[in-house]
Nanobody, 128 residues
């Protein structure tokens, strides 16, 4: 079955760093863009970052640009989110999900705005 497992969350002080991992199985991993999303209690889910099929293109929400870096290791079926200079407003449950699927003629297009498979998420708390 399709599985996406986010891990690496925890409690960190403002200004600290954390690396999240999203381990995938049950589908052709490099056929999909992968997105990171987050949701704080009482708030709407928001997109954080998106990475293309081979990892050559990435995108970020303005709120995390310059602080977060997404990467992927297709040999390990894993996507990472390196989070630096963390702020209290980064506190949320972080989820990974599949984005667009690669098909012939679409190598220059990717998006995470439409999601199909989701992981269960990992909690990140940024607090003193």
């Amino acid at each position: 079955e399709v599985q996406l497992q986010a891990s690496g969350g925890g409690l960190v002080q403002p200004g600290g760093s954390l690396r999240l991992s999203c381990a995938a199985s049950g589908f052709t991993f490099d056929d999909y863009a992968i997105g990171w999303f987050r949701q704080a209690p009482g708030k709407e889910r928001e997109g954080v970052s998106c990475i293309s099929y081979g990892g050559g293109a990435t995108s970020y929400a303005d709120s995390v640009k310059g602080r977060f870096t997404v990467s992927r290791d297709n040999a390990r079926n894993t996507v990472y989110l390196q989070m630096n200079s963390l702020k209290p407003e980064d506190t949320a449950a972080y989820y990974c999900a599949t984005g667009s699927r690669l098909f012939s003629g679409s190598s220059n297009y990717y998006t995470c705005e439409i999601q199909h498979y989701w992981g269960q998420g990992t909690l990140v708390t940024v607090s003193s």
